[in-house]
Structures are given as C-alpha cells and as structure tokens.
C-alpha cells in the first residue's frame, strides 16, 4: 500500500472514533452524569 493510503485511512478512523465517542458521551449513559450550566445558574 501507499504510505499516503495507510495514512489517509488511519486519519479517518481516528476522526469516526473521535466522532462515535462524543455522540456516546452526549446521548449514551454518561449523559446522566452531565450537567447543564444553563439550568445550574438561573436568575
């Protein structure tokens, strides 16, 4: 393989991996655990 496939290839996984984990920790079960800043200082 071309060292510029191998690299084109490992970048995109690393940014879908990256991308999979935020969704996770946005809807998955960690989002318990989050807290909205928003309703933490009402006025």
């Not at 920790?25 to 655990?33: H, I, L, N």
């Amino acid at each position: 393989m071309e060292p510029a496939t191998v690299l084109s290839i490992s970048i995109c996984a690393f940014v879908v991996a990256i991308t999979g984990l935020s969704i996770y920790t946005s809807f998955g079960p960690p989002a318990k655990e989050l807290s909205d800043p928003f309703e933490d200082h009402e006025d």
